[in-house]
């Protein structure tokens, strides 16, 4: 309710003080006013949930549903979505936070657009000529296809694919999934074999379904989820028949979906149906791409950091992809169509954040609630000597390190949870400082700031310890809805409620929190220095056959 009181309130504009009106100022003022009348959904399903924001024009939330959805695990590794599901809780949610917005007086006509953030990676796949599922959705985590992408790496033109598409080979792109599902389900492989197998990420499931499905037939996916599946040429933006040659798929018996601009008036449809029926949909992104857009990270050089379940750290390059020699990722961070050029940006991720917090909340019973974590670790003065390398999985981005286990270096008989809790949040600080020191490797350039968002950035301590670990501000927004905020502001792009990005300099830019570094250069590189030293110490626990393929 709280949200609804404090947005209602926003939608007004504030008064200026008589002094301080000018021509400029009194400008401002009806722009405000007029854009605090003008309203854009958003529509983001993530990993585990999904949601429904309504923002007003100046990046204001002012109503909001969400809802979590079931996660099916069927086999170890293994991790899918029901798409029927997804459909349905993007459903809900548009008419439950679209009923809170009309209770608040508000009418539904000054909706002008919708945008749509999606989970990248996770495979959708239907039968063209119905439009039913023909397999639940592989989500982006899921590891089944650890042992195609080990015969992958082997297969003559391997090495090429880093170049053309920024990404290495991997379980986590769209296109292993796919050689997967035609390899081992029988009705995707007729399906196949017949020409009627339609292909997806969630973006496009969701599009073709909230248009309607097969009756119109919508069948699009924006460039940035389109970079995510390896089908994509990363330097044309289009569909390279080398690269599907490689994973050995036939163009015409596989229905690939339109690659479009992430901002269209057009390209994305319109509702078919609810209390929004008739709305435009004219906004997509990836969710990483749309936190990025979100933080209005529009120049070379700016940056984001995602704290949630895992961490995943966006830096714009500009109008030119930049292939990374130091393991990170080259992929579009938005293309906001008309005369301009898409714009790229290099990855990092890190595989835990969020989740090291659940580990002591659900594993170990440190805390009852992920929020208690930054007031465990603030009942010691420093992490007492204890570094977590949280490599349940191995180490993502920049190490690339398949052999090793989660491991804490340092334990005493002096060591408390607290000193465990500081650990694990300094874990993923650590990683984001060697994500950000490879994109300085391949970019040329040195960041002065980060702005940060996500569940972890909500933590005091947390970001404190960042900054005095990367030595320069950490800049969280007020406001953290970001990927959200996102897929709204390329939806308002292309229905003009914003024209060009010094229009959104205001947006939320309000209660600010920044972070300034509070120790020297010299100590923050000591710990940083402790931290890189226990993860080469890390190295080795599992022998050649158990990593084999952790990272396949």
């Given at each position: ?67 979590e959805f079931t996660q099916h695990y069927p086999q170890s590794g293994w991790h899918e979505h029901d798409p029927y599901e997804l459909v349905s809780s993007v459903e809900t949610c548009i008419e439950k936070a679209t009923g809170i917005f009309e209770d608040m007086n508000y009418d539904i ?396 300099k205001e947006i939320n830019q309000k209660d600010r929190m920044v972070f300034e570094p509070n120790v020297s250069q010299e100590e923050g590189a000591k710990m940083f220095k402790k931290w890189d030293r226990a993860v080469q110490m890390c190295r080795g626990w599992l022998d050649a056959d158990e990593a084999n393929g952790e990272f396949s």
């Open positions: 309710m709280a949200i609804q009181e404090i947005s209602a309130k926003s939608a007004e504009p504030q008064p200026v003080p008589k002094e301080q009106v000018t021509d400029d100022s009194q400008e401002q003022l009806l722009d405000e006013e007029k854009l605090g009348k003008v309203f854009i959904g958003s529509i983001d399903q993530g990993t585990t949930s999904t949601r429904f924001i309504i923002f007003d024009g100046m990046g204001e939330p002012v109503a909001q549903h969400q809802i006509s000054d909706i002008k657009a919708i945008g749509i953030t999606n989970q990248r990676e996770t495979t959708v796949v239907w039968d063209t000529n119905t439009g039913e599922p023909l397999y639940n959705a592989i989500a982006w985590p899921d590891t089944r296809t650890k042992g195609l992408v080990r015969e992958l790496k082997n297969r003559e033109g391997a090495d090429e694919l880093l170049g053309l598409t920024g990404l290495p080979l991997s379980t986590y792109p769209a296109s292993v999934k796919l050689v997967w599902l035609i390899d081992h389900v029988e009705e995707v492989r007729k399906a196949y074999e017949e020409g009627r197998l339609s292909f997806g990420t969630v973006d496009t499931w969701i599009l073709y379904n909230l248009n309607g499905g097969k009756e119109r037939d919508i069948h699009v996916t924006d460039c940035t989820n389109a970079s995510r599946t390896m089908f994509m040429n990363l330097h044309t933006v289009q569909y390279d028949d080398k690269l599907l040659d490689f994973f050995k798929l036939d163009r015409k018996k596989l229905n690939l979906p339109k690659i479009v601009p992430s901002s269209s008036p057009d390209a994305f449809g319109s509702l078919a149906r609810g209390i929004l029926k008739g709305v435009r949909i004219a906004g997509c992104l990836g969710d990483q791409s749309s936190a990025l857009v979100g933080q209005q990270g529009f120049t070379p050089g700016s940056a984001k950091n995602t704290y949630g379940t895992g961490c995943f750290l966006l830096y714009n390059v500009g109008e030119k992809p930049v292939i990374s020699k130091h393991g990170l990722l080259a992929t579009i961070a938005y293309d906001f169509g008309g005369k301009r050029k898409p714009v790229y940006a290099l990855e990092g991720s890190i595989a835990v954040a969020g989740s090291g917090v659940k580990f002591l909340m659900n594993n170990m019973g440190f805390i009852t609630h992920s929020h208690k974590i930054s007031d465990l670790a603030a009942s010691v003065e420093d992490n007492g000597g204890c570094v977590f390398v949280t490599a349940f999985s191995g180490l993502f981005a920049p190490y690339w390190i398949d052999d090793a286990k989660g491991t804490i270096f340092g334990i005493t008989q002096f060591t408390e949870q607290g000193h465990i809790a500081r650990a694990t949040l300094e874990a993923t600080c650590f990683q984001t400082k060697a994500i950000l020191d490879a994109m300085e490797l391949d970019s040329g350039h040195k960041l002065n700031m980060l702005a940060v968002d996500g569940g972890m950035s909500n933590s005091n301590l947390c970001m404190q310890t960042q900054a005095n670990i990367i030595g320069i501000p950490v800049d969280r927004p007020a406001m953290r809805e970001t990927t959200a905020l996102g897929a709204a502001i390329a939806a308002g792009f292309a229905v003009d409620v914003w024209k060009e990005f010094d229009e959104l």
